[in-house]
């Protein structure tokens, strides 16, 4: 009786790991099937893969060049975390890192706003992507966003 009760529970313990007992960070459950939610994410890094190279009218950002970019980081509460600095002729098709570190919260998220800049007149609104950790994606790093044409990565640590 000792031996089935010992055995049962061993069975109940193990019920929710993988093959070898134990789930990879982030997973539980039945065959490690079920992504758990992470209490933060630790950003190392944002980098532009691509923005749209007219405004909306279809006229290019820059008369005689390419655009200036740079971007704000936005909290969900409306604090500028990050302006990155200027990065001068940039091709829209082309990768741009920034040094964006910050630690977010899931469920709150920030916004990536991308301007180009111009110093005889006011800066040129690009567009934006909010940045909000959605469960069930495997716990990708890099993670993507897009919109409106603009696509984004961010780097990433998960902690729970």
């Given at each position: 009786?000792?031996?089935?009760?010992?055995?049962?529970?061993?069975?109940?313990?193990?019920?929710?790991?993988g093959k070898d007992g134990l789930c990879p960070t982030g997973f539980t459950?039945?065959?490690?099937?079920?992504?758990?939610?992470?209490?933060?994410?630790?950003?190392?890094?944002?980098?532009?893969?691509?923005?749209?190279?007219?405004?909306?009218?279809?006229?290019?950002?820059?008369?005689?060049?390419?655009?200036?970019?740079?971007?704000?980081?936005?909290?969900?509460?409306?604090?500028?975390?990050?302006?990155?600095?200027?990065?001068?002729?940039?091709?829209?098709?082309?990768?741009?890192?920034?040094?964006?570190?910050?630690?977010?919260?899931?469920?709150?998220?920030?916004?990536?706003?991308?301007?180009?800049?111009?110093?005889?007149?006011?800066?040129?609104?690009?567009?934006?992507?909010?940045?909000?950790?959605?469960?069930?994606?495997?716990?990708?790093?890099?993670?993507?966003?897009?919109?409106?044409?603009?696509?984004?990565?961010?780097?990433?640590?998960?902690?729970?």
């Open positions: 009786m000792k031996n089935f009760l010992f055995i049962l529970l061993l069975a109940v313990a193990f019920a929710g790991c459950g039945p065959g490690c099937s079920e992504e758990l939610l992470p209490n933060r994410l630790i950003i190392n890094g944002l980098t532009v893969t691509h923005f749209p190279d007219t405004d909306y009218s279809g006229n290019y950002w820059d008369v005689f060049d390419l655009p200036d970019l740079y971007i704000k980081v936005v909290s969900s509460g409306g604090n500028i975390l990050y302006t990155g600095a200027v990065k001068d002729n940039i091709n829209p098709y082309s990768s741009h890192y920034f040094p964006f570190n910050e630690i977010l919260y899931p469920p709150s998220y920030y916004t990536v706003y991308l301007y180009d800049f111009d110093a005889a007149s006011s800066d040129d609104y690009i567009g934006y992507v909010n940045l909000i950790h959605t469960q069930g994606q495997g716990l990708p790093n890099p993670i993507s966003f897009s919109n409106g044409g603009i696509s984004l990565q961010i780097d990433v640590e998960y902690k729970f």
